[in-house]
């Protein structure tokens, strides 16, 4: 008894010592042939080459015996055939657990099955794929290998491609619970919990990634607000020592301190003043000194470019933010799209933008140059601009143009300064309350601090009569601010009659703008009375609708012809309304005045009637506007600075002290005895006047009397201007009174009546 137990336990032992000896050898087998498949070459010496072994050694792991294995394997099944290594373990690992061989010789049929069903799905899906090329006796071996390829070559006729792919893949799943003896639950739960353990690794790995970006970026951030912390404390050093330094426009350095020396703007005298006063404006002590800028918040820029991304994510809209430009008023966010996005789309989204970050009103543009597009945010903080910083600019004070006239600070902060000789006329348009006569006054200001009285003469309507009543009397205006629409059109068909003239006068000193006639004149013509230098003349209307309603045939003509021709004679228009609807800004009217300005409009086609293009009934007021440079379509968005009553007032104050206005009385009623049907002033014996002005008929008197026909002699005794006197004259030589200029310059003109001519005229003034 005791013998037999002994041997039937030597036999269990023996049987679990042959199971685990055959489980070493097939984990063996695994490695040997995982060895041999990951080091295949085909240019090992194999069965399927005809090179000789003998004369090549092979690269392979495995060594002969391995290059064979591997091109015997990859040749039947292609890339299934790395499944021989795992099924080779995984039969090791039962082995050596179940102790018994039962269980696995039913299992390896199955993993042999399931090789073969994707060496063949391998063959359908990657059939383009080549594995082993130019290896003999084929030319080539795809990735499902002989066997994979053979049998899609028997399937595909008969099922096609997706009839295919769904029988290989229940095969696929048939013979893997076969194989391992699993259900198809408990399948899908242990794919579902190794794709959920790798989201939990994938998720923890950003999380730690996500935390180091976090502190690089904080890092970053406080090296850049040192940075800009030393930078403006580097700009604070400049401007002290800028300071000390002369004014750039002067040629004998100056100390800028004393606030009683001249100003460091190039004011440009045309002509002498005549009192021989200094004009020195003092707009450094007469306006306000602009705010500190305001610290810029970078974690709040940093949280608006997330939620716009995300927002605009929201309606597919994909891209990045990749750079921010903060501004005193708005802040630039350029914003990348990806490809495949239109720009309109983006557009229509501005609303909806709008209300994802609490703003009054978001606005969207191309940026110029740049594969990008702004979205205008405005600042919670925003920093008030004022005149004075504009003035003190260098792009000012060093500008060479007479005209020059500031029109504000872009987005971004940069200082608009412009000239009207290149415009060479302006619209103005916006609804009431923004900013309309604001940026009027600015522009006014900036073009009354550079010129003397005797270098530009301004003509003012103003219908409203509240806006630009606060210049009377100041020395530039050629006439009182006028306030009777009849009055604007007489002084509009003056001006183009002064425009006619004027281009006569260019014509006989043969030159093709005032700027060159006036230098000509100066140096040339000395003591010609018929040519002398003369202004430019800037026409502001503060309010165009009530002319056009009054007017419309006179004031469009008017308009139209010195918007085409009064450029090279020194005549500018700034003409402004609070109404832009199409029977105000006319057809006739937006096409001559190319240059345009349009604040905030209530709706969109007002936008388009001003500008051509929407974008106006977006802007914020107070200020904000949209500038059509001419020549172009691209808009320019501006902030208009703020110029305060009390700073025009101070600025008036010191015109009217420097000098009294000589007004052309004639300018209002220029065309009225035309209109009304009258020939003039009767004098007797069919003798005529062509006006009835008593200035006009003093002067008669005066040159008939003295037999002195000359301009400058008018004006010594008469205290006029030039150009009045030279009407008068013109008008005497009209009436034949005076003969025409003398061929000898410096002459007076022959005096054609007598002295019963006087005694008549003293009749009729009785």
Request: some cysteine.
């Amino acid at each position: 008894m005791w013998e037999m137990a002994v041997k039937g336990k030597n036999g269990k032992q023996s049987s679990s010592l042959a199971i685990e000896f055959t489980g070493l050898a097939f984990v063996c087998a695994g490695i040997i042939v995982f060895l041999a498949l990951i080091s295949f070459s085909p240019k090992d010496p194999t069965f399927l080459n005809s090179v000789t072994v003998s004369r090549i050694r092979s690269t392979n792991l495995m060594g002969n015996f391995g290059a064979q294995l591997s091109a015997i394997l990859l040749q039947l099944f292609g890339y299934a055939s790395y499944l021989f290594p795992v099924f080779s373990l995984i039969t090791a690992m039962v082995l050596l657990q179940k102790k018994t061989f039962g269980p696995i010789l039913l299992q390896l049929p199955f993993f042999l099955l399931e090789t073969v069903v994707i060496s063949v799905l391998f063959a359908v899906v990657l059939s383009d794929f080549v594995l082993i090329a130019s290896v003999a006796p084929l030319d080539y071996v795809s990735a499902g290998g002989i066997i994979g390829n053979n049998i899609k070559g028997w399937m595909l006729p008969a099922l096609n491609t997706w009839g295919t792919l769904i029988l290989l893949l229940f095969l696929l799943i048939a013979f893997f619970m076969l194989a391992t003896r699993l259900g198809i639950s408990v399948i899908i739960a242990a794919v579902a919990k190794a794709f959920l353990d790798a989201a939990r690794a994938f998720s923890a790995v950003f999380k730690r990634i996500g935390r180091e970006l976090k502190m690089v970026k904080k890092k970053k951030a406080v090296i850049r607000q040192i940075d800009t912390e030393k930078r403006h404390r580097e700009k604070i050093r400049q401007k002290i020592k800028s300071k000390e330094l002369p004014p750039i426009s002067q040629p004998v350095p100056q100390d800028t301190n004393d606030r009683n020396n001249p100003l460091d703007i190039a004011v440009h005298t045309g002509l002498l003043p005549k009192s021989g006063k200094p004009y020195n404006p003092p707009w450094r002590e007469l306006f306000t000194n602009p705010d500190p800028d305001n610290s810029i918040d970078r974690h709040d820029l940093s949280r608006k470019a997330n939620l716009l991304v995300k927002k605009l994510g929201e309606f597919k809209v994909t891209g990045q933010i990749v750079n921010i430009h903060p501004g005193p008023i708005v802040t630039t966010y350029e914003f990348k799209m990806d490809p495949g996005i239109k720009y309109n789309k983006v557009l229509s989204l501005a609303q909806d933008l709008s209300i994802a970050l609490s703003a009054e009103s978001i606005r969207i543009d191309r940026t110029p140059k740049k594969p990008t597009i702004g979205i205008e945010v405005p600042n919670e903080n925003r920093r008030l601009i004022v005149l004075k910083e504009i003035l003190d600019t260098s792009t000012y004070l060093s500008a060479a143009s007479p005209l020059t006239v500031v029109l504000g600070k872009t987005i971004t902060g940069d200082p608009i300064v412009t000239s009207l000789d290149k415009m060479p006329h302006l619209l103005v348009a916006g609804q009431t309350g923004s900013g309309k006569s604001v940026g009027l006054n600015a522009i006014l200001c900036s073009l009354l601090i550079r010129n003397t009285p005797e270098m530009v003469k301004v003509i003012m309507v103003d219908p409203k009569m509240v806006e630009l009543g606060v210049y009377s009397n100041i020395p530039h205006l050629l006439t009182d601010v006028i306030t009777d629409p009849k009055e604007a059109a007489s002084a509009l068909s003056w001006a183009v009659s002064e425009m006619e003239r004027r281009y006569l006068l260019l014509k006989d000193v043969k030159v093709r703008s005032l700027a060159k006639y006036n230098a000509v004149v100066q140096a040339e013509f000395v003591d010609d009375e018929k040519h002398e230098p003369l202004p430019y003349i800037v026409i502001v209307i503060d309010e165009m609708a009530d002319l056009i309603m009054t007017a419309r045939a006179q004031v469009e003509e008017s308009i139209a012809r010195l918007a085409q021709k009064a450029r090279a004679v020194g005549i500018h228009l700034i003409v402004a309304t609070q109404r832009p609807s199409r029977d105000i800004i006319t057809g006739v009217i937006k096409s001559n005045l190319t240059s345009r300005i349009c604040y905030r409009v209530a709706q969109m086609i007002d936008s388009r009637i001003v500008l051509d293009q929407v974008g106006a009934e977006q802007l914020l007021g107070r200020g904000d506007m949209l500038f059509l440079p001419p020549g172009t379509s691209n808009l320019v968005r501006i902030h208009s600075p703020m110029v305060s009553e009390k700073e025009v007032n101070g600025l008036v104050s010191y015109l009217k002290s420097y000098g009294k206005p000589v007004y052309m009385n004639e300018i209002k009623s220029y065309g009225a005895d035309d209109e009304d049907g009258e020939s003039g002033f009767e004098i007797g014996d069919g003798s005529t006047l062509s006006s009835s002005d008593p200035q006009y008929i003093q002067a008669v008197k005066l040159i008939i009397a003295t037999g002195q026909a000359s301009i400058s002699y008018l004006q010594r005794k008469m205290s006029i201007g030039y150009n009045k006197a030279a009407r008068y004259i013109d008008m005497m030589e009209q009436d034949e009174i005076v003969g025409p200029p003398a061929q000898q310059g410096g002459k007076a003109r022959e005096v054609l009546v007598d002295i019963e001519f006087l005694e008549r005229l003293k009749e009729m003034n009785s």
